[in-house]
């Protein structure tokens, strides 16, 4: 498993940077149950920006064995 795929993704680039914007409307609000749910919601998209970069060389592989079909 390379880290390089991740790191170099614009979704996950964009998903990570996500945590200044959350972290700046979190800064504001009550410390309370909503503040959790902000966190929440951006590791959310977070995870699934991850998730699709280790999903994608399956794709591809599953592509090209539709295609030799």
């Known amino acids: 498993m390379s880290i390089g795929k991740y790191v170099t993704n614009p979704g996950v680039i964009g998903a990570a940077f996500g945590a200044l914007s959350t972290a700046r409307r979190t800064g504001s609000m009550r410390k309370d149950w909503r503040r ?34």
């Open 36 to 69: 959790y749910l902000v966190w929440g919601a951006w590791l959310a998209g977070l995870a699934l920006a991850i998730a699709t970069v280790s999903m994608q060389e399956q794709d591809e592989q599953e592509q090209a064995r539709r295609k030799l079909r």
